[in-house]
């Protein structure tokens, strides 16, 4: 487990943050953040290329490894080519890392123990996430080349952990037989143990046609693409355009994340009483409005609206378990697929959304933080109206369409 908390702690914590902040302002930043996310995907793959050789210990550490070197690399000096290519190494490398962690539990624990060692890995990954936006956030703009070597290290680090105490296999369990869990650690970041175990196959996106998940994915893709721009971008807004320290971000965000990490059994009792298009829903409605109240203060005089605009940031972090948990949810039940090819559909999805949002967002954002809010706006209102296509809304109690 100490693996995974370095893991979470780098990847979910310090590269969602450093990335953008040391690339040049504008689409340089988005570029290079959407190079990290887009490595996401190749991810599954990797995973099924150890499940079929039995090597999970071996990509582990390999993945870790390769995210250590890339970090290291990254922190030298160069253009947007080599800095696109080393955070996609970056990525590849964690996700690989993190592809494998749900068959060190599954293929060695009895499934009486699933859960619990399941809610234990995503506790150290969210923990180690918490620790990260602190660390990124004390080192800030002026110390970003250490905060790249210290990422760096403390992945390279972890690599004799895992060659010396990774648990070798016991049984052989195939991953759709895996239940599919919630996503955890918000919108910036885009892969996770959910988020790069099942892979999409071409069965499934020839089915998309026919399906009514198409409709959810738009919708998906719609607004992750958007709040991702907003998560991604939004330390680098507080630092270079309110002149904030990013400390004051980072903190907001880590408050988000923490607070969102409480909800999780609460949102998925909703899911169930309420149905997950409801849930859906009223996640999406509630990050509607407080973005709007972010446009609203981006109006205003800077220095007085930096507090609300963190507390308005954070909120929407602690929304994020109902859009998690509903988007799960919806996933498996509106596609005739397996659950394990829908819900890969939907890891795609998230992986692509959040390349676009990172490109989109480094443009949006060097014509102005109220331009992005106000784009993040409009696309979570155009996400909560196909949400409300009859496709997509489900009977909380059948789990049919009306």
Same mark, same amino acid.
């Given at each position: 487990?100490?693996?995974?908390?370095?893991?979470?702690?780098?990847?979910?914590?310090?590269?969602?943050?450093?990335?953008?902040?040391?690339?040049?302002?504008?689409?340089?930043?988005?570029?290079?953040?959407?190079?990290?996310?887009?490595?996401?995907?190749?991810?599954?793959?990797?995973?099924?290329?150890?499940?079929?050789?039995?090597?999970?210990?071996?990509?582990?550490?390999?993945?870790?490894?390769?995210?250590?070197?890339?970090?290291?690399?990254?922190?030298?000096?160069?253009?947007?080519?080599?800095?696109?290519?080393?955070?996609?190494?970056?990525?590849?490398?964690?996700?690989?890392?993190?592809?494998?962690?749900?068959?060190?539990?599954?293929?060695?624990?009895?499934?009486?123990?699933?859960?619990?060692?399941?809610?234990?890995?995503?506790?150290?990954?969210?923990?180690?996430?918490?620790?990260?936006?602190?660390?990124?956030?004390?080192?800030? /703009?002026?110390?970003?080349?250490? @905060?790249?070597?210290? &990422? $760096?290290? !403390? *992945? =390279?680090?972890?690599?004799?952990? %895992?060659?010396?105490?990774?648990?070798?296999?016991?049984?052989?369990?195939?991953?759709?037989?895996?239940?599919?869990?919630?996503?955890?650690?918000?919108?910036?970041?885009?892969?996770?143990?959910?988020?790069?175990?099942?892979?999409?196959?071409?069965?499934?996106?020839?089915?998309?046609?026919?399906?009514?998940?198409?409709?959810?994915?738009?919708?998906?893709?719609?607004?992750?693409?958007?709040?991702?721009?907003?998560?991604?971008?939004?330390?680098?807004?507080?630092?270079?355009?309110?002149?904030?320290?990013?400390? /004051?971000?980072?903190?907001?965000? @880590?408050?988000?994340? &923490? $607070?969102? !990490? *409480? =909800?999780?059994?609460?949102?998925? %009792?909703?899911?169930?009483?309420?149905?997950?298009?409801?849930?859906?829903?009223?996640?999406?409605?509630?990050?509607?409005?407080?973005?709007?109240?972010?446009?609203?203060?981006?109006?205003?005089?800077?220095?007085?609206?930096?507090?609300?605009?963190?507390?308005?940031?954070?909120?929407?972090?602690?929304?994020?378990?109902?859009?998690?948990?509903?988007?799960?949810?919806?996933?498996?039940?509106?596609?005739?697929?397996?659950?394990?090819?829908?819900?890969?559909?939907?890891?795609?999805?998230?992986?692509?959304?959040?390349?676009?949002?990172?490109?989109?967002?480094?443009?949006?954002?060097?014509?102005?933080?109220?331009?992005?809010?106000?784009?993040?706006?409009?696309?979570?209102?155009?996400?909560?109206?196909?949400?409300?296509?009859?496709?997509?809304?489900?009977?909380?109690?059948?789990?049919?369409?009306?």
């Amino acid at each position: 487990m100490v693996c995974y908390v370095l893991v979470g702690l780098v990847q979910s914590g310090m590269v969602p943050v450093i990335l953008p902040l040391a690339a040049r302002p504008g689409p340089t930043a988005g570029l290079t953040y959407a190079a990290f996310a887009a490595a996401g995907i190749a991810a599954p793959f990797v995973g099924a290329w150890s499940d079929w050789h039995r090597k999970h210990r071996l990509t582990l550490a390999c993945g870790l490894g390769l995210a250590g070197i890339a970090l290291l690399a990254h922190a030298l000096p160069g253009g947007i080519a080599q800095h696109m290519a080393s955070a996609a190494l970056v990525g590849l490398g964690v996700s690989s890392a993190v592809t494998v962690s749900l068959m060190f539990i599954v293929e060695v624990e009895p499934k009486a123990r699933w859960d619990q060692r399941i809610g234990m890995l995503q506790a150290c990954i969210g923990g180690g996430q918490l620790v990260g936006l602190v660390i990124a956030g004390l080192l800030g /703009l002026r110390h970003i080349g250490e @905060a790249f070597l210290l &990422g $760096g290290v !403390l *992945l =390279l680090l972890a690599v004799p952990l %895992a060659l010396a105490f990774a648990p070798d296999p016991v049984t052989k369990v195939a991953r759709p037989d895996v239940v599919s869990r919630p996503a955890r650690g918000g919108d910036a970041v885009p892969m996770g143990p959910q988020r790069s175990f099942y892979w999409v196959t071409w069965r499934a996106l020839a089915g998309l046609g026919h399906s009514r998940l198409a409709w959810f994915l738009v919708a998906w893709l719609i607004s992750y693409t958007a709040t991702n721009a907003l998560s991604v971008m939004f330390a680098v807004a507080m630092v270079r355009d309110y002149h904030a320290p990013a400390t /004051l971000p980072t903190t907001a965000y @880590a408050i988000g994340v &923490g $607070g969102s !990490l *409480l =909800l999780y059994h609460t949102v998925a %009792a909703w899911d169930a009483r309420f149905g997950p298009w409801r849930v859906l829903s009223a996640g999406l409605g509630m990050r509607a409005l407080v973005v709007a109240l972010m446009v609203a203060l981006t109006a205003l005089d800077v220095s007085a609206t930096v507090l609300p605009i963190l507390v308005c940031f954070g909120a929407t972090q602690v929304i994020w378990p109902l859009l998690s948990v509903a988007s799960n949810t919806l996933a498996v039940t509106l596609s005739p697929a397996s659950r394990a090819e829908s819900v890969g559909l939907l890891n795609a999805t998230t992986a692509l959304a959040a390349s676009i949002g990172g490109i989109l967002g480094g443009i949006l954002l060097r014509i102005g933080f109220g331009w992005l809010c106000a784009a993040v706006l409009c696309a979570l209102l155009l996400s909560l109206l196909l949400a409300w296509h009859p496709r997509v809304r489900l009977d909380p109690a059948s789990g049919v369409t009306r």
